[in-house]
């Protein structure tokens, strides 16, 4: 009770002056207990550190509690400034600023340059009879007559000398010396600590800056070139609806359905739903449905076990895991073949896959974003895309609109290709204004992706810095000629299809497919991607029996 009582009546937020100086003075005539004030100290520096992230407050509030309390008197922190070469006063409790200015020293100058230099504490019972001590600080005219010691003990952090703690004491102090070293040793651990972690702290925060200007850097070239990085270009009003649906539904888990012409840039829209939606930070798939063969469809998209077929020498996970808590971009979805269409419906209703040869259903969180260029309604009605999957796919029906139906766009985008073809090729080609208007009026049957070809094709074929509007004559005629010849080639193979004679190796796959849907002639003639007329057509061509 007697200590606490004593806590209550000196301690606090910092003890005033008059108070400490009055205490002192008791115990220069022996009556104050020093046990009791120095245990208090103890606590309270011990406690510093948790007190404050800022170095300087808990470095002056040990500093003051020394002073105050015991009276370990002006103290100083010295640190080390490597550029200048010297040690400066950084932190310090009872000096004015004119001492603290002249605190500077050289590695090895006086008291505190030497402990520096060393990194072993100094113990000087006499000032007045230390040849190395300088009196730069402190004018000896200032401090208490008798004799006075000091105290000079080297901060060390990581291996390293950082700085010197110098306190002065007064050598008619009733207390041990030894007694005081303990508690200016606690201080010096105390204070290393805190530079400590103030270097980690100051390395976490330059780390983190220098990423921040990195990634600051790369956004502004990003905003000013944002096309580059895959964003859309275009202020049409077409475009811009066409964006704000995607906008709209993004952060849903309905499913999106793009719709339009080839290159009217339906990648980059389904990837600007994924960045905008709560998915963006997950994986981005795609698939391109018209460019898998048959055969692999199904390892392709829900993947294999080891030795489920022929070359399956290790397990591969499928699209759907890979695109697991992202988003599946399945482009072209109108090549889906029938059989694959079932399981697809099978995997979108059920959150579930099964890979080729597993035996287990594995759980999938996929947000399927599908594309085509087809009309799937068609499709359906020809019984070559099951009804059941378009409802699936059709949640969300977006019309992407082609190039032609939205020619305010086309200066930008002619830009922003003349941008890339010139730090592509390494060129400096610009588009006069009478270039740009025959552009503009172009038809542009392949759309963006066709207008980048020729921007390409006529930055590599200028001769001079500016594209004049004869050459893009010149190169648009040629493309005319090539969509003309084409589209013609498209209408013979067509007509070649429509006549194709029925091949022996079709029996197998009919036979299969009657058997997996039990003779029903409608769900095969779906499965095989067929009519029912033409499958009944082969079924009677091929002499097929119904398995009654």
Known sequence: MKAESKEQGIVGERLRPSTAQAELQKNVHGIVDWSEAQLFVTREISKQIGKSIDPAVAIRNMLHLLSEFLGLNRGRLFLFEPQKQRLVIRYSYGLSEEEIKRGVFRPGEGVTGKVFQSGEMAIIQDIDAE???????????????????????????????????????????????????????????????????????????????????????????????????????????????????????????????????????????????????????????????????????????FGHEKGSFTGAHATKPGR???????????????????????????????????????????????????????????????????????????????????????????????????????????????????????????????????????IERLVLLAEQPEIEADHVVAVLESERAVDAALSSLHVESRAVRTTQPVRSDEREQIVAALAECGNNKSRSAQLLGLTLRQLNYRIKILKIDLVT
């Open 131 to 301: 040849p190395n001590y300088l009196a730069r600080t402190v004018d000896r005219d200032t401090l208490p007559k008798g004799i006075i010691s000091m105290f000079a003990l080297p901060i060390i952090v990581n291996g390293t000398v950082r700085g010197v703690l110098a306190i002065n004491r007064f050598r008619g102090l009733h207390r041990p010396l030894s007694d005081d070293l303990v508690t200016v040793r606690l201080v010096a651990a105390q204070i290393a600590q805190l530079l400590r972690i103030e270097h980690l702290v100051n390395e976490q925060v330059e780390r983190r800056t220098a990423a921040l200007t990195v990634e600051n850097r790369e956004l502004k070239k990003a905003l000013s070139q944002h096309a580059q990085s895959g964003g859309i270009i275009g202020e049409s009003v077409a475009s811009r609806a066409a964006l704000r649906q995607i906008t709209q539904v993004a952060r849903t888990v309905a499913t999106v359905l793009l719709l339009g012409e080839s290159g009217t840039g339906k990648e980059l829209f389904a990837r600007a739903l994924h960045m905008a939606s709560d998915r963006r930070d997950a994986p981005f798939v795609k698939v391109n449905c018209g460019a898998i063969p048959e055969n692999l469809f199904e390892s392709e998209l």
């Open 320 to 454: 759907f895991e890979d695109a697991d808590g992202g988003t599946l971009f399945l482009d072209e979805v109108g090549d889906l073949p029938m059989l694959m269409q079932v399981k697809l419906l099978r995997a979108l209703q059920e959150h579930q896959i099964q890979r080729v040869g597993g035996r287990k259903e594995l759980p999938v969180n996929v947000r399927i974003v599908a594309a085509t260029n087809r009309d799937l309604q068609q499709l359906v009605a020809a019984g070559r895309f099951r009804l059941d999957l378009f409802y699936r796919l059709n949640v969300v029906p977006v019309k992407l609109p082609a190039l032609r139906a939205r020619p305010e766009d086309i200066p930008a985008l002619a830009r922003h290709f003349i941008h890339l073809a010139n730090e592509t090729f390494q060129r400096h080609a610009s588009l006069t204004a009478g270039a740009m208007e025959k552009l503009l009026k172009f038809q542009w049957p392949g759309n963006i992706r066709q207008l980048q070809n020729i």
